[in-house]
Each structure stands twice: as C-alpha cells, then as structure tokens.
C-alpha cells in the first residue's frame, strides 16, 4: 500500500490499480503498464460490518 502526502513533490506511482479515500468516498483510478510492485497486492476481507483490504500475507511472484 502507498501512503501520500500533501508535501510530497511529483510522486511518481508505479503501474497499478489505486484507491484515494477522501472521508467516506474512494475513488478508484489505474496507472497503465506491467505491475511488478508487490505493493499492489491486496487482499479483500468480506465481512458483516463491511469490505476490508489489506496488504497480502503471502509473498507472490511478479
């Protein structure tokens, strides 16, 4: 997962599927090209009181 500030100059995000959660909204966008990050796995968690997402537990080849 990436964490941005207001501070940050030009940060550059490398291809990929992102979420920017502003209070209750989230807005999704994508980086076009290969994702080789690991940061861009996540793992989705259904349950009664909502969806959660996490960083992956496991590692993966990219």
């Given at each position: 997962?990436?964490?941005?500030?207001?501070?940050?100059?030009?940060?550059?995000?490398?291809?990929?599927?992102?979420?920017?959660?502003?209070?209750?909204?989230?807005y999704y966008f994508q980086v076009d090209g290969d994702i080789t990050d690991p940061r861009q796995c996540l793992e989705r968690v259904v349950a009664g009181n909502g969806t959660f997402y996490s960083a992956c537990k496991k590692a993966r080849t990219y």
């Amino acid at each position: 997962m990436y964490e941005l500030h207001a501070g940050d100059s030009e940060p550059e995000l490398a291809p990929g599927h992102y979420v920017l959660s502003l209070g209750t909204q989230a807005y999704y966008f994508q980086v076009d090209g290969d994702i080789t990050d690991p940061r861009q796995c996540l793992e989705r968690v259904v349950a009664g009181n909502g969806t959660f997402y996490s960083a992956c537990k496991k590692a993966r080849t990219y």
